[in-house]
């Protein structure tokens, strides 16, 4: 397992942009697949992308195709997503997910590790 934690949150107007970043602890870290999810207030966990050890992309979600994007870079043991064109509708508490094997990778339960979680708050 490897423990993480979110970071880059926060506050910006619809239109802006912010770049989230995820730490990672462990010596296996670019062994294992990366995710990004994803929970309003009320609503389910989504997912919103995820990457390959090597840094190949798994998908993104409809609502964030073209203007989010996942990277990681294994030296620093990070994952990051940033997203551009940002709208009220993808506030949400941001999840960072690791795994192994994953079958289905925008299923919430097929990932072992999570984050904390980081806010973001997109004003219309």
């Known amino acids: 397992q490897v423990q993480l934690v979110e970071s880059g949150g926060g506050l910006v107007q619809a239109g802006g942009s912010l770049r989230l970043s995820c730490a990672a602890s462990?010596?296996?870290?670019?062994?294992?697949?990366m995710g990004w999810f994803r929970q309003a207030p009320g609503k389910e966990r989504e997912f919103v992308t995820a990457i390959n050890w090597s840094g190949y992309g798994l998908g993104y979600a409809d609502s964030v195709k073209g203007r989010f994007t996942m990277s990681r870079d294994n030296a620093k043991n990070t994952v990051y997503l940033q997203m551009n064109s940002l709208k009220p509708e993808d506030t949400a508490v941001y999840y960072c997910?690791?795994?192994?094997?994953?079958?289905?990778?925008?299923?919430?339960?097929?990932?072992?590790?999570w984050g904390q979680g980081t806010q973001v708050i997109v004003s219309s």
């Open positions: 997910a690791a795994g192994r094997s994953i079958v289905d990778v925008t299923s919430s339960r097929a990932w072992g590790s």
């Open positions: 462990g010596r296996t870290f670019s062994s294992y697949a």
